[in-house]
């Protein structure tokens, strides 16, 4: 079946501009996860959804960070007056349930952002 | 709060070696475990995971983990590397109990693994 997607595979943008970087869970997971990966950091949590329950924002790195789940589904991140430090590689998944009862992640090819 | 640390950030092996690479974790509880192999330009794929019961565990592609809770460690081995198996090889945690944060994933630094022909 189909795996998690993730668009654009690449985006370049100048600083000071907002992106917008879209998930497409597995079809049935209720849960979906952010995470960056950049050289410096390397794999971050940034913020998880599960069903209709509130989003845990907690691994979002400022204000400038914002995610939103449509309809249970669809996942898009939005980085608002993007800086040099937002690039990296901005990576999506997505399991059955909270991978702490044994649900794996599965993750999208995730999108290369790179702020000039 | 967890944490992992892999050792060595490279790991070379000759085609046909022993692969080991070692990942270490930081917990108040024993954790769920993961071993995630990232190709260049991809996303992360899991290899194997441990959530409860025998210590040690067979993943795809021939790698196999031990939960050695004495040690906290989980370290991944492969009798014989193989030229495909070069790629980035991540361990993960996750709080095996109910709560806020406990359904992250925290990873470690990961170990890039070359195989020399």
């Known amino acids: 079946g189909a795996g998690v997607s993730q668009s654009p595979s690449n985006k370049v943008t100048e600083k000071g501009k907002d992106v917008e970087l879209r998930c497409d869970p597995i079809?049935?997971?209720?849960?979906l996860y952010w995470y960056r990966q950049s050289l410096g950091q390397g794999l971050e949590f940034l913020i998880y959804?599960?069903?209709?329950?509130?989003?845990?924002k907690s691994g979002l790195p400022s204000d400038r960070f914002s995610a939103e789940r449509t309809g249970g589904s669809v996942s898009t991140l939005t980085i608002q007056r993007t800086q040099q430090e937002d690039s990296a590689v901005y990576l999506c998944?997505?399991?059955?349930?909270?991978?702490?009862?044994?649900?794996?992640?599965?993750f999208g090819p995730g999108t290369r952002l790179t702020v000039t | 709060a967890q944490s992992v640390t892999q050792l060595g950030s490279h790991v070379s092996v000759s085609e046909g070696a022993l692969v080991l690479l070692r990942c270490n974790y930081s917990?108040?509880?024993?954790?769920?475990l993961f071993w995630y192999v990232q190709y260049p330009n991809q996303g992360l794929q899991l290899l194997l995971k441990?959530?409860?019961?025998?210590?040690l565990v067979k993943g795809i592609n021939g790698f196999e983990a031990e939960f050695k809770k004495s040690e906290t460690s989980f370290h991944l081995t492969k009798p014989s590397a193989h030229m495909s198996d070069a790629a980035e090889y991540f361990c993960?945690?996750?709080?095996?109990?109910?709560?806020?944060?406990?359904?992250?994933?925290?990873f470690g630094k990961g170990t890039k693994l070359s195989v020399i022909p």
């Open positions: 993960a945690v996750s709080a095996a109990y109910s709560g806020a944060g406990s359904y992250q994933l925290t």
């Open positions: 917990s108040s509880v024993p954790p769920y």
């Open positions: 959804f599960q069903g209709n329950s509130a989003p845990d």
């Open positions: 079809s049935g997971h209720t849960a």
């Open positions: 998944a997505s399991s059955l349930a909270r991978s702490g009862i044994g649900y794996e992640q599965y």
């Open positions: 441990y959530t409860t019961g025998a210590t």
